[in-house]
C-alpha cells in the first residue's frame, strides 16, 4: 500500500540546535518533494519544493535533501528558534495523477 | 507569493442544514484547486481535485453527493457540504496551484461545526 510517514509525531529540541525531521514514503513515484510548515488552526504554508532529480536544495536556514533510492527526505532547520515552533508536512506530488499527498506531519517544539 | 483566500473561516450550523465554502485565488488564476479535510493532530486528507469548468474528482470513500463541489471560474471554488452532521465536524481546507509552479498555496482554513 502506499505510505507517507514522517517518522516523529513530535520533537523537541534546544534553541539553538539542528532540528532534523524526517519523510518516508512507499509505493509513490513523486515528481516533487514539499515542505510545508503549518500552525494551529491555520493552513499550511509552502517552504522548500525539491525535484527527484535533486539531491538537496537549501533556503535560509532550511536545507531539504531528498534520496529516491532510500525513499526518504530530510528537512533540517539549523539554529533553530522557538518562532520555529510548528508542525512540519512533507507532501509528494505523484506523478501522473498529480495529486499532492501529505504525510502525517511532525510537531517541531523549540525551547528556549 | 500567491494568495487563495477562504471564507467563512469558522461555521457552526445545526444538523441537517447545508454549509458552503468558499475558496478564492485572488493573484492568479486556478485551473486546479484542491480541497483537503484535517482532523485534530492529523494530517491533510485529500477529498478532491476541483476543475475549473469540468466535475470534480472524488478520492475513494468521499461522498461526492454530500460534499458538491463546484469550480465555476479560474479565481472561485465552492465546497457544499449538505444535510451536515456532528461527524462532519472538522476543518476543511483548500489549495491551489499556480500554473508552471509545484508549489501549492492554501487558504487560511474552514472550521465546520455541525451541532
Known amino acids: 500500500s502506499q505510505k507517507i510517514e514522517q517518522n516523529s509525531e513530535a520533537l523537541n529540541i534546544q534553541e539553538g540546535k539542528t532540528a532534523t525531521l524526517t519523510c518516508n514514503y512507499t509505493?509513490?513515484?513523486?515528481?516533487?518533494l514539499q515542505w510545508y510548515r503549518q500552525d494551529p488552526g491555520r493552513g499550511p504554508v509552502f517552504l522548500l519544493l525539491?525535484?527527484?532529480?535533486?539531491k538537496e536544495k537549501r533556503k535560509e536556514r532550511l536545507k531539504v535533501t531528498f534520496d529516491t533510492t532510500l525513499k526518504q527526505s530530510l528537512f533540517h532547520i539549523t539554529a533553530s528558534q522557538p518562532a520555529d515552533s510548528a508542525t512540519y508536512l512533507c507532501?509528494?506530488?505523484?506523478?501522473?495523477?498529480?495529486?499532492?499527498?501529505f504525510g502525517t506531519g511532525t510537531r517541531l517544539k523549540v525551547l528556549a | 507569493g500567491a494568495v487563495v483566500s477562504q471564507h467563512p473561516s469558522r461555521v457552526i450550523c445545526k444538523s441537517g442544514t447545508s454549509v458552503k465554502i468558499e475558496c478564492r485565488s485572488l493573484?492568479?488564476?486556478?485551473?486546479?484547486m484542491f480541497w483537503y479535510r484535517q482532523f485534530p493532530k492529523q494530517s491533510l486528507m485529500l477529498m478532491a481535485t476541483?476543475?475549473?469548468?469540468?466535475?470534480?474528482?472524488?478520492e475513494q470513500g468521499v461522498e461526492k453527493d454530500k460534499f458538491l463541489i463546484n469550480h465555476a471560474s479560474l479565481t472561485l471554488s465552492t465546497l457544499t457540504v449538505t444535510s451536515a452532521h456532528p461527524e462532519d465536524s472538522s476543518f476543511y481546507i483548500c489549495?491551489?496551484?499556480?500554473?508552471?509552479?509545484?508549489?501549492?498555496?492554501f487558504g487560511e482554513g474552514s472550521r465546520l461545526t455541525v451541532l
Open positions: 525539491i525535484r527527484e532529480n535533486e
Open positions: 493573484d492568479f488564476q486556478a485551473t486546479t
Open positions: 476541483s476543475n475549473e469548468g469540468s466535475k470534480a474528482t472524488y
Open positions: 489549495s491551489a496551484r499556480v500554473v508552471g509552479s509545484g508549489e501549492l498555496f
Open positions: 509505493n509513490y513515484s513523486p515528481a516533487y
Open positions: 507532501a509528494l506530488l505523484t506523478s501522473g495523477t498529480y495529486k499532492y499527498i
